[in-house]
């Protein structure tokens, strides 16, 4: 098939042609580096298939430029699809395909990685002893075994994190509306989500964004929680409400702020912008303070979830390609 493949950055071809050329599919990719927005959506004419990522717009302008160019798949390297207006695709009769799960443990990891590096600082330290400081003053952290860890969402990247929490030696709770037996299994508690918000230590989302989970984590949320809380965002921005979080560390109720993702993300993130002016003050702002540690949206970038994400996408195109319907639709009980 003739795949248009936006958002795409030399990694990201190195791992979808070795996928297309093992499973020997031949599709024709053609890769552009721009973002997939109302002014690109035409670059995609002709091509059978989008292939889009996690900051491309596919709302109702984009999804009727594409329809009307040919296009009849849009295949996502992405487990979300919340960019994705799937009312529009039903109506223009377009096919959406994901990636449900490529490597969970890659996001657990980061987030659990944000986790020691807020706590131990080591950002600071690499820089203090790389300069000859070898001060500890301001370096320091606490126990993570026997703190009180809280996990919102308990899907396949909330568990993996659970059980990593689990083997620091800290109490898990959990918030989410559809339980799964696997946290008691690994001695994790299902409580409501006041509850986690008045007890943890350490907060990390990993729900997605959906209506209700949007802002989240506001001003009354944080209300709610205990003072020099950590706060872990690797789910998506907007689940977070940054002006309050920005009030939170102003107050000092919240304690530290680690952030792969951020609600305005898709004009800063995966681009080198290292000499130009940022005009997000609210993200400026953020990163003007000790205690908050920001990724730009790296928690699936390890070999094995490239290879997993390359290999999905392939299938899915291939799969529309022979039966008219993607391996791994985005499900249907999530619409709407
Ligand atoms: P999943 O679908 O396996 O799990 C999500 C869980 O959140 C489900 O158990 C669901 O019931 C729960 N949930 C829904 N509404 C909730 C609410 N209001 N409160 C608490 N829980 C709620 O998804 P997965 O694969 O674990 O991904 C989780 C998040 O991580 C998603 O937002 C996804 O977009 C994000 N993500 C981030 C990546 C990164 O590179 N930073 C990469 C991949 C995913």
Request: hydrophobic share 45%.
């Amino acid at each position: 098939m003739k795949v248009a493949v936006f958002s795409t950055r030399p990694y990201d071809r190195e791992f979808l042609d070795s996928a297309n050329d093992e499973s020997k599919a031949g599709h024709a990719l053609f890769y552009l580096e721009s973002r997939l927005n109302s002014q690109t959506a035409h670059l995609a004419r002709d091509h059978d298939c989008v292939c889009a990522f996690v900051n491309d717009q596919l709302g109702r302008a984009e999804l009727e430029i594409l329809a009307a160019g040919g296009t009849r798949l849009i295949a996502l390297r992405s487990a979300g699809f919340n960019n994705v207006d799937l009312d529009a695709a039903d109506a223009l009769g377009l096919r959406i395909g994901r990636v449900p799960a490529y490597s969970p443990d890659a996001i657990a990891e980061h987030a659990a990685a944000l986790i020691l590096t807020l706590n131990r600082k080591i950002h600071k330290a690499y820089a203090r002893v790389r300069e000859g400081n070898f001060a500890l003053e301001g370096l320091l952290g606490f126990d993570l075994k026997g703190k009180v860890a809280g996990v919102i969402g308990t899907g396949k990247i909330g568990i993996n994190l659970a059980r990593i929490l689990k083997g620091f030696g800290c109490e898990v709770l959990a918030s989410d509306p559809f339980e799964t037996p696997e946290l008691a299994a690994i001695g994790g508690r299902y409580v409501p989500l006041d509850e986690l918000l008045a007890r943890c230590d350490v907060i990390s989302l990993h729900c997605p964004l959906t209506p209700e989970t949007h802002h989240m984590i506001g001003r009354e949320a944080i209300a709610k929680m205990k003072r020099g809380v950590m706060l872990i965002n690797t789910s998506r921005g907007a689940v977070m409400d940054a002006r309050a979080i920005i009030a939170g560390l102003k107050s000092g109720k919240v304690g530290y702020v680690g952030l792969d993702v951020y609600e305005e993300e898709e004009d800063l993130f995966f681009e080198n912008l290292s000499d130009q002016v940022i005009r997000d003050d609210v993200f400026v702002r953020l990163m003007t303070f000790p205690n908050v540690l920001i990724t730009g949206h790296q928690g699936f970038f390890t070999r094995e979830a490239m290879t997993a994400i390359a290999g999905t996408t392939i299938d899915n195109i291939s799969a529309f390609e022979r039966s008219g319907a993607p391996l791994h639709p985005v499900p249907s009980e999530r619409r709407g």
